[in-house]
Every structure is written in structure tokens, then in C-alpha cells.
């Protein structure tokens, strides 16, 4: 979609979908939103991540899985961890530095056609980025 195309504070020029598609791949990350305002110079993202891989992660890093995911997503240290996995898969991928999310948000519960997604599985951005319009303003 050409309306995914934001031209940062720099002058560059980032595809959000693009970020979205590569960085979904991470094992770590079940669904993506990559979001960026033009009056700054970096991306951030809402994530869904994938509970079994985030858990097991938790567990390679020495941190508590939390039987309750939602805490466990609240976790700024389990925020790092998601963070830093998407940094060096990103950095693996050569994307350019202000393509990487500097800041992520972990949301608990997967998006279904009931909330953030239409009945073809598509996102709808506009649901997103108001339900998430808090989390995304506190990330710049």
C-alpha cells in the first residue's frame, strides 16, 4: 500500500509493510504493526509474540515464564529480550538502522477478524493504530 511508505525526520524513506513482512518472519513474533510518524526518526512496533517461542526464550535467558502471559508481556526485561531478538535478526537481514523498531510493545492476545483484523486475515490499520494510539505516542 502506498500510504505504508513514511518519510522519517532524516528524509528517508521507510515501507512499514516491508518491515512488517520481514521481521514477522522472526520466530519470536507471531503478528506485527510497524508504526512511524514523519516528525521522528524512527520505527516502532506493536507485536504479538508467539508464546511458546517467547517462553522458551524467557527460559534461555534465565528470566521467569510466567504462567500468565499478560504479565509476562508487561515484563520490561521480556520487552528487551523481544527487542534485542528483533534487533539482530534485523541487523542479519541488513536492514538499515532507522528500518529496525527502536521501540516494541507486546501485546497478549493474538488479533482475530473480531478485533484488529478483517474477515480475510488483513490488518486493519486504522483499528490498530487507535487501539494502540497510548502505547504508540508513550513510544516516541
Not at 502506498?2 to 518491515?19: P, T
Not at 541488513?94 to 523498531?101: A, F, I, Q, T, V
Amino acid at each position: 500500500r502506498a500510504g505504508r511508505i513514511i518519510k522519517l525526520q532524516q528524509g528517508e524513506y521507510v515501507n512499514l509493510e516491508s518491515i512488517e513482512d520481514r521481521l514477522g518472519a522472526v520466530p519470536v513474533v507471531s503478528q506485527m504493526f510497524a508504526y512511524a510518524e514523519p516528525t521522528e526518526a524512527y520505527t516502532v512496533a506493536v507485536i504479538c509474540p508467539d508464546p511458546a517461542v517467547l517462553r522458551m526464550k524467557c527460559a534461555e535467558a534465565g528470566l521467569p515464564a510466567n504462567d500468565d502471559f499478560a504479565a509476562l508481556c508487561a515484563d520490561p526485561a521480556v520487552v528487551q529480550l523481544v527487542l534485542d531478538e528483533i534487533t539482530r535478526e534485523g541487523k542479519a537481514m541488513n536492514m538499515w538502522g532507522y528500518e529496525r523498531p527502536r521501540y516494541v510493545h507486546l501485546e497478549s492476545e493474538d488479533w482475530t477478524p473480531d478485533n484488529c483484523l478483517t474477515p480475510t486475515y488483513k490488518k486493519r490499520l486504522a483499528v490498530i493504530r487507535q487501539t494502540y494510539a497510548e502505547q504508540l505516542a508513550a513510544m516516541y
